[in-house]
């Protein structure tokens, strides 16, 4: 079935240092791929979305490309800000209507 | 154009009683969906639902939980003689039609606890 792997937290950064967050996934057939992130006690909301190979996602400063080869969609920023703080969660959604996410990385920046 | 909404936002039962989780999709939307956020855990689907269907519901455990979406009001999911186990986020998302290239827009969430 299904499955998403993303690389486990927390991930502890300086204010405007670069951030990799990698994700992986496991699927049959041409899933669409999804970035969400979720601030403390609230729901998730969509960061990006890329619906098929090598198109790239990008919002408020953050990208990350459909790697077909790799099966692969790392989510990138260049400069964080301490209000990026929040857990973020990979998704994809295959020929079902659900989406399988992995289990989150949460993202701490500092001053 | 509201998002989408859940209520109660928190609530507290007592092992044994029945707890009902309510979702007010997007305006337009007729395609709701519902996952599970244990703690520490990622989202896990439960069921999808249109308008007075149940579509897949793959996710849902085979005793105690039900979900509906009427022709009228809201979605609701069921738990009946919650355990402690059953403590956990439950988010709802709403999408205007199916298709894996449609984003789901998620509400803020019900926030379960099992006394």
Same mark, same amino acid.
């Given at each position: 079935g299904d499955s998403v792997t993303q690389m486990e937290g927390?991930?502890?950064l300086s204010e405007e240092a670069f951030l990799t967050i990698n994700c992986t996934?496991?699927?049959t057939g041409y899933p669409s791929l999804f970035w969400y992130v979720q601030y403390p006690g609230e729901g998730l909301q969509l960061l990006l979305k890329a619906t098929k190979a090598d198109d790239k996602g990008s919002n408020k400063g953050f990208e990350a490309t459909y790697r077909k080869e790799t099966t692969s969609f790392h989510l990138e920023k260049g400069s964080v800000q301490v209000s990026d703080s929040a857990v973020y969660f990979c998704a994809l959604r295959g020929g079902g209507n659900k989406l399988t996410f992995?289990?989150?990385t949460q993202l701490k920046v500092e001053l | 154009n509201a998002g989408v909404m859940q209520n109660p936002r928190h609530l507290v039962r007592?092992?044994?009683q029945e707890a009902r989780l309510r979702c007010s999709p997007?305006?337009?939307h007729s395609h709701v969906y519902w996952y599970r956020q244990l703690p520490e855990e990622g989202l896990k689907f439960m069921v999808y639902l249109q308008k007075e269907n149940i579509i897949d519901e793959s996710g849902m455990p085979k005793e105690r939980f039900s979900a509906e979406f009427?022709?009228?009001g809201p979605s609701i999911l069921r738990i009946q003689q919650v355990v402690r186990g059953d403590s956990a986020a439950y988010f709802?998302? !709403? !999408?205007?039609?199916?298709?894996n290239q449609e984003t789901q827009?998620?509400?803020?969430?019900t926030r379960l606890l099992v006394l």
């Open positions: 927390p991930v502890t996934y496991t699927a992995g289990t989150g | 007592r092992r044994g997007m305006k337009g009427p022709k009228e709802c998302a !709403s !999408s205007p039609v199916s298709g827009y998620f509400g803020p969430g």
